[in-house]
């Protein structure tokens, strides 16, 4: 084997006369990456009733009809009446992600001391890094039935909304204010269901848009609201009362808005009925894998779970805005 010597200088930031400069980095690391949706945040955690969670859901109460409800009070002949309930279920999903330490690499950083909260730090953002996946899925997931799965994620809420048949198309020159109050409207005046919306989700690009237009059409600002996330937002007065409009970075939209051809999707939700059904723990859970011949030690971060969005063809709304 022949020695090979290197030069100092490629390490080195300066050799001269009384003084040899080496790299030195501050022992903070910048980080303001993207975590947590505010969906997730919001909508209810329930435990799962199992492999898929089952529940009913009411669809009419015991009333007879106009026609047949009323007699002749010196007649009595009642009407037979019952509840109409159908059963629902929602398939649990998986979750995963694994971390490895190479026993190397962790003595050479503690023996430098530079980075010694590094370790923690990185399993904490591989846990943030699953949550941040989960709340991309919870509007996002590529499944396309709570019934028959089609797919390893989550139904997403979008297409859950989308599929329960509400839905208006706000044109590209017609209001987008007028579009969501009316829309909301249509929701509350429902004669079957006490639907009341308690946010209207948006991608932050169709939120501006909105606001402009409040500023141009009346030169008015609205009102804000702190909102369970740890944000503050944005009100808009409809027949249902203030409702917060929430920035969600995890709602896409396509083409360029102000083109014309662009697609902004908002959607208008009744939380208290989009739920998240969790196996043993709605968190994320960390298990710590025995060592193998590498030496290396393995972390698996793993969560149990599935969406549903109860109500999707009578208490949501999804309002797809052409800009």
């Known amino acids: 084997m022949i020695a090979q010597f290197k030069d100092i200088h490629a390490a080195a930031d300066y050799i001269g006369p009384g003084a040899i400069e080496v790299p030195q980095y501050q022992t903070e690391i910048t980080d303001i990456v993207r975590r947590r949706g505010v969906f997730g945040q919001r909508i209810r955690q329930v435990p799962a009733t199992g492999h898929p969670s ?44 694994q971390l490895n330490y190479n026993l190397f690499d962790m003595e050479i950083g ?10 923690a730090k990185d399993l904490a953002d591989t846990v943030d890094g699953v949550m941040r996946t989960h709340d991309l ?33 706000i044109g590209a020159n017609a209001s987008i204010v007028d579009g969501l109050k009316s829309a909301v409207a ?9 639907v009341r919306p308690t946010a209207i989700y948006a991608n932050p ?3 501006d848009l909105l606001d402009r237009e409040m500023k141009s059409a009346f030169n008015v600002v609205l009102n804000t609201k702190d909102i369970q996330g740890g944000i503050t ?3 808009l007065s409809t027949q249902a009362g203030d409702l917060p409009l929430i920035p969600e970075w995890t709602l896409g939209y396509t083409g360029t808005p102000g083109s014309g051809s662009a697609v902004l999707p908002a959607y ?11 196996l043993t723990d709605p ?12 030496l290396a030690s393995q972390y698996v971060v793993v969560k149990f779970g599935g969406l549903v969005v109860k109500g999707a063809n009578y208490a949501h709304y999804q309002v797809l805005v052409d800009r």
């Open 54 to 97: 089952r529940f009913f859901e009411e669809t009419g109460i015991p009333s007879p009809s106009l026609a047949a409800g009323f007699v002749d009070p010196r007649n009595i002949v009642p009407s037979v009446v019952s509840p109409t309930r159908v059963e629902r279920s929602v398939p649990l999903k998986a979750l995963v992600a």
């Open 205 to 207: 690009i169709l939120l």
């Open 283 to 294: 968190n994320p859970r960390v298990f710590q894998l025995g060592m193998p011949g590498s």
């Open 186 to 194: 249509q929701m509350v005046s429902n004669t079957n269901y006490a």
């Open 233 to 235: 937002v944005k009100t």
């Open 137 to 169: 899925a919870l509007w996002n997931g590529a499944d396309t039935s709570l019934s028959t799965p089609t797919s390893t994620q989550y139904y997403g809420a979008a297409a859950q909304i989308a599929a329960g048949g509400n839905s208006v198309t």
């Open 268 to 278: 208008i939700v009744t939380e208290d009925l989009v739920e998240y059904h969790w």
């Open 110 to 119: 503690t023996q430098q001391s530079q980075f010694a909260y590094l370790q």
